[in-house]
């Protein structure tokens, strides 16, 4: 008898035998959290998913190193160059590509210091601080 009210309280969605919370990745870096309802409809909620931004240096030794350094780019991850061990016209070409993939993927490029190059996709802002000038003066009380 009671097998047969719980069967009934569960039909009606009173009862609550299935709550199970499944929590997956997608490949679009969301979580997905889905949650079964009484009635068996599903809730999906997205979230972000939260990282930690990833900072990788590289120092290209030949041109084929741009790829990596794209395709680390396209993975969201923010890039330093060092370009002081390479030679003038390597280093233009190196920056020439380097700009034009930050460019297609609408992100940001900042010069540290001479030829070292922070690089950076979409989802991350450059800025630089201005540091205050002091005005010293030379007056003697």
Do not use: C
């Not at 599903?42 to 240096?57: A, D, E, G, N, R």
């Not at 802002?125 to 002091?134: G, V």
Request: charged share 30%; net charge negative.
């Amino acid at each position: 008898m009671s097998n047969m009210l719980n069967t009934a309280l569960n039909a009606m969605g009173f009862l609550n035998t299935e709550e199970e919370e499944e929590e997956d990745e997608d490949d679009d870096g969301f979580e997905i959290e889905t949650m079964s309802r009484k009635n068996n409809e599903k809730i999906v909620s997205l979230q972000p998913k939260k990282s930690k931004p990833t900072i990788v240096h590289i120092t290209p030794a030949a041109f084929d190193d741009v790829m990596d350094i794209t395709k680390r780019l396209q993975n969201k991850t923010i890039v330093t160059i060092n370009l002081e061990l390479v030679d003038v016209e390597l280093s233009q070409r190196i920056i020439d590509f380097v700009s034009g993939s930050v460019y297609a993927l609408d992100g940001g490029v900042m010069k540290l210091a001479d030829n070292v190059y922070l690089l950076a996709g979409q989802g991350v802002t450059l800025q630089e601080r201005q540091t205050p000038k002091f005005q010293w003066s030379k007056e003697h009380k």
